[in-house]
């Protein structure tokens, strides 16, 4: 690839945290999270979790990084549970559904669009032969409540990136057990630069059609959510080439450990690849593969299990932390407070990352315990986008996080959020009032249009 184009360095990558939604709550839905199985019927503060978002991208920004914010789902989804046969009223349908079905009205009622990982797969301009980012929206097929949610991350993401002579909108892939898509939580970017050209590498858990060295080879415990056939569809979509995408399985002990995405256990930036020895279940093929592709040279951090075991990795969160890149060629770590309470863990950050030779030179920790205990932490709650100067000017609404936004989102959620949530609250037809109330308030703060079903008529 050396014959690629130099870096254009007025690229920039913008992480977009999704807001925590109003009926954020502790439904225990997720399969294979162990910290969502763990907290499941606790109660949940949505006001906290929101304003904990807020004060993460707030910090980021104002430590000079681009970031942008994305609207919650609407939620309860009424319109998911009248398909299901709940009919009558909204207070008659929660009513039903609560004494009927209180799994599925859980399950409406989720707020996990805010970890924007899931949201989409992109490709940026520099990457892709027609020069414009790509967005695949994830069809989170896996989980009932997750499946609720790409019609509406496509339409905002249409909204926000309308411009077609800069970004192109795919459809969401077949939502079936083949083509399982979990979006970038399964994916990552590796360049010497932001504007240069990259490889990504997508990482899968199984293959739907038993082809290839990894057939047969699959967790016991957990289930495998992501497929390799997902992967290729995106990669093929975005038009990358073989030279640009490389294809690894997850290690199937650290999914049956609680490793349900790749990004819980390794997280790329730039050239610098920081990774738990458990997390490919081929390390050395996978590596050889990124390096005999990448312009740049790969810098791997490996962290071996007997530093932190795959047990304090899940726990923790490590690896789900952001790795952002400085002007002066150093890298910044925001890792989760629970990353201090694990003394291998902390004592790996210290004695392991800051004092290697890698280009971390910065660990930053952020509360973000609100959604730590419904098992996502800062790289869950944020999907990356690498835009130019010319395509971050083409962005429509106001969805770059600045100052005077900052304080009306604060303003906002204070407004609109409740303090407490138990699951049995969620059958209050005044939750969905009220979350109704904040959402079409919000599509004005961020004049994003008319995005939510309820909107849409």
């Known amino acids: 690839m050396s014959d690629q184009p130099r870096p254009d360095r007025d690229y920039r990558e913008v992480n977009f945290d999704g807001l925590v939604g109003p009926t954020h709550n502790y439904s225990g839905l997720a399969l294979g999270n162990v910290a969502s199985m763990t907290?499941?019927?606790?109660?949940?503060?949505?006001?906290?979790?929101?304003?904990?978002?807020?004060?993460?991208?707030?910090?980021?920004?104002?430590?000079?990084?681009?970031?942008?914010?994305?609207?919650?789902?609407?939620?309860?989804?009424?319109?998911a549970l009248r398909a299901l046969g709940f009919s009558g009223s909204d207070e008659r349908v929660l009513?039903?559904?609560?004494?009927?079905?209180?799994?599925?009205?859980?399950?409406?009622?989720?707020?996990?669009?805010?970890?924007?990982?899931?949201?989409?797969?992109?490709?940026?301009?520099?990457?892709?032969?027609?020069?414009?980012?790509?967005?695949?929206?994830?069809?989170?097929?896996?989980?009932?409540?997750?499946?609720?949610?790409?019609?509406?991350?496509?339409?905002?993401?249409?909204?926000?990136?309308r411009d077609e002579a800069h970004f192109a909108h795919h459809p969401v892939l077949p939502a079936t057990p083949a083509f399982s898509d979990e979006g970038a939580a399964n994916h990552t970017r590796l360049a010497g630069d932001h504007g240069e050209p990259g490889v990504h590498l997508f990482v899968y858990g199984r293959e739907a059609f038993g082809w290839g060295t990894g057939e047969g080879v699959m967790p016991r415990r957990?289930?495998?959510?992501?497929?390799?056939?997902?992967?290729?569809?995106?990669?093929?979509?975005?038009?990358?080439?073989?030279?640009?995408?490389?294809?690894?399985?997850?290690?199937?002990?650290?999914?049956?450990?609680?490793?349900?995405?790749?990004?819980?256990i390794a997280v790329g930036n730039g050239p610098v690849l920081l990774y738990h020895e458990m997390a490919f279940l081929d390390e050395a093929a996978t590596l050889e593969a990124l390096r005999e592709r990448m312009a740049a040279p790969l810098i791997p951090v490996r962290i071996p299990g007997e530093a932190v075991s795959l047990e304090d990795a899940v726990a923790s969160y490590l690896f789900n932390s952001q790795l952002l890149s400085n002007p002066d060629?150093?890298?910044?770590?925001?890792?989760?407070?629970?990353?201090?309470?694990?003394?291998?863990?902390?004592?790996?950050?210290?004695?392991?990352?800051?004092?290697?030779?890698?280009?971390?030179?910065e660990v930053?920790?952020?509360?973000?315990?609100?959604?730590?205990?419904?098992?996502?932490?800062?790289?869950?709650?944020?999907?990356?986008?690498?835009?130019?100067?010319?395509?971050?000017?083409?962005?429509?609404?106001?969805?770059?996080?600045d100052a005077p936004l900052y304080a009306e989102l604060t303003a906002w959620v204070e407004r609109h959020y409740r303090d407490r949530l138990a699951p049995e609250d969620l059958a209050d037809p005044r939750?969905?009032?009220?979350?109704?109330?904040?959402?079409?308030?919000?599509?004005?703060?961020?004049?994003?249009?008319?995005?939510?079903?309820?909107?849409?008529?």
């Open 39 to 79: 907290h499941g019927g606790l109660v949940a503060n949505p006001r906290e979790a929101a304003l904990q978002g807020l004060a993460k991208m707030k910090a980021l920004m104002e430590a000079g990084y681009a970031q942008g914010v994305l609207p919650p789902q609407q939620r309860p989804d009424l319109g």
């Open 95 to 161: 009513a039903r559904a609560a004494g009927e079905a209180p799994q599925i009205l859980r399950a409406v009622c989720s707020a996990s669009s805010m970890w924007t990982a899931n949201a989409a797969t992109v490709t940026p301009s520099v990457d892709a032969p027609d020069g414009r980012a790509h967005f695949t929206p994830a069809n989170l097929q896996s989980s009932f409540h997750r499946f609720l949610e790409p019609a509406t991350t496509a339409r905002v993401l249409a909204a926000i990136f």
């Open 222 to 264: 957990f289930p495998a959510r992501q497929t390799l056939e997902a992967s290729q569809a995106v990669a093929r979509q975005h038009g990358l080439s073989e030279r640009q995408a490389v294809f690894a399985q997850q290690h199937p002990e650290a999914i049956d450990a609680g490793v349900f995405h790749n990004d819980v």
């Open 329 to 361: 060629g150093s890298m910044t770590l925001v890792v989760p407070g629970e990353c201090q309470e694990r003394e291998s863990v902390w004592r790996t950050i210290q004695d392991h990352l800051l004092a290697g030779q890698n280009p971390i030179g």
């Open 364 to 401: 930053v920790v952020k509360d973000v315990k609100q959604s730590m205990r419904n098992g996502g932490g800062p790289a869950c709650l944020r999907l990356r986008v690498v835009l130019g100067e010319a395509e971050r000017r083409a962005l429509s609404g106001r969805v770059l996080l």
């Open 431 to 457: 939750l969905a009032e009220e979350s109704l109330a904040a959402l079409d308030e919000l599509t004005q703060i961020l004049a994003i249009g008319s995005v939510y079903p309820f909107q849409r008529g």
